[in-house]
């Protein structure tokens, strides 16, 4: 089966640095993707992560450990409009597949 | 503007009733998705579909039925076998069955 951990909530202050954790464990992975999604709205892209290492996109950066079933997203310059929920989704099964599994995801709170 | 819609936004049914959610994009993706999103969830898939005329049951697909008769279109008919039918229902496409997601704007269905 397929086990995805993120933390519940998380509070940060505007203009901050905030880091949320995704730890992970399946069989076959085949990508890791964050998306943000407001109070009843839709999820929307942030990143894809498939190889180890750091990917950089404006204020967002996303960060992947396969050895350790672990990734990160990190905000920086935290706005207002960053209060949210993220979600990390695992992609796992037969090559191919896309088949994503999802976490909880982590309410984040930006306060002035 | 190309995207993905989802009607109605609100959705309200009697008990025993079938309901049909739909889901059109016209970005011309080949694969689609219905989840649905229940409160201190994750995402969770119901059916995909790879391609025009073809889908497949995902992790929850009881109670559930789908069709894809056209590339643009991809209804979810939530039966009265459906033992716990309220919930916020999200449909998603990708360019092909290997790549990113995108999520419509979901429809949030109440049975009383």
């Known amino acids: 089966g397929q086990n995805i951990d993120q933390p519940t909530e998380m509070t940060a202050t505007e203009g901050a640095i905030v880091q949320i954790n995704c730890t992970y464990q399946t069989s076959g992975f085949n990508g890791l993707f964050w998306y943000q999604q407001h109070a009843g709205e839709a999820p929307t892209f942030l990143s894809y992560?498939?190889?180890?290492g750091l990917e950089e996109k404006g204020r967002f950066s996303s960060f992947l450990s396969r050895s350790k079933g672990y990734s990160y997203l990190l905000l920086k310059e935290l706005q207002m409009k960053d209060s949210a929920s993220y979600l990390c989704a695992v992609r796992s099964g037969p090559t191919g597949a896309n088949n994503l599994f999802f976490g909880t995801g982590t309410r984040l709170t930006v306060i002035p | 503007d190309g995207g993905i819609t989802q009607s109605p936004k609100y959705l309200f049914r009697k008990e025993g009733q079938n309901v049909t959610l739909s889901c059109e994009q016209n970005?011309?993706?080949?694969?689609m998705y219905w989840y649905r999103q229940d409160p201190g969830q994750g995402l969770r898939l119901i059916y995909y579909s790879q391609i025009v005329n073809d889908f497949q049951k995902g992790d929850i697909a009881e109670g559930y039925s789908v069709s894809r008769e056209k590339k643009e279109s991809f209804p979810l008919t939530v039966t009265s076998a459906q033992k716990n039918p309220t919930a916020f229902y999200l449909c998603a496409s990708s360019i092909n069955y290997q790549e990113t997601q995108y999520f419509g704007p979901g429809t949030r269905l109440l049975v009383l």
């Open positions: 970005l011309n993706h080949d694969a």
């Open positions: 992560n498939v190889l180890d």
